[in-house]
């Protein structure tokens, strides 16, 4: 059940920033998602935006990347950004860990955000299944991630914490 005026303790949200229709896609389309829990979280002042891939560095607009079979991150023209990606994933953990971040809604099919689809390395739209570096890392260190399409299951998780 939503109790959407009873925040959720202390507790922020951590949020990839395109879904709040920041410019910073690699294609730099607004990516922005419309829900009645997006505007609570919001008026809540609970949500943290971040873009890992901005955070690593990376310019927008952008190549596309993907993750290749060997774990590295490359450009369709073979350019390898595993840095860059790896870089960010480790700014977001931090910036997580600094504010107590304990559930994450991240871009489902992205290659640093995706959390349990992603593309397969080759470029042709073809999805399998699989996390992005940021996922995997937040992951790790016992962080919840979920996609755009979960966000009821973020409020429950929220409201048993
Ligand atoms: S890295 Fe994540 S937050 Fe940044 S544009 Fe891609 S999906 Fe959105």
Redesign the pocket.
Known sequence: MHRLNNPPGPYKILI????LG?R???DAKI?KIEDKLIDSWLQQGILL??????CGGLA?PRPAAEIQSDGSIKTQAGQDVSNAFTT?AEKTLRLALENNIKVAI??EK?????SSQIYNGNFDRTLISGQ?V?TQLLRRHGIKVFNQFQLAQVQNYLDDL
Not at 16 to 19: F, G, H, P, V
Request: negative net charge; aromatic residues 4%.
């Open positions: 990839s920033a395109c879904l920041e910073v896609r690699y990516n935006s971040v873009c890992p891939e901005v927008t960010g991240l871009t992205s290659p640093s955000c995706g992005g940021t």
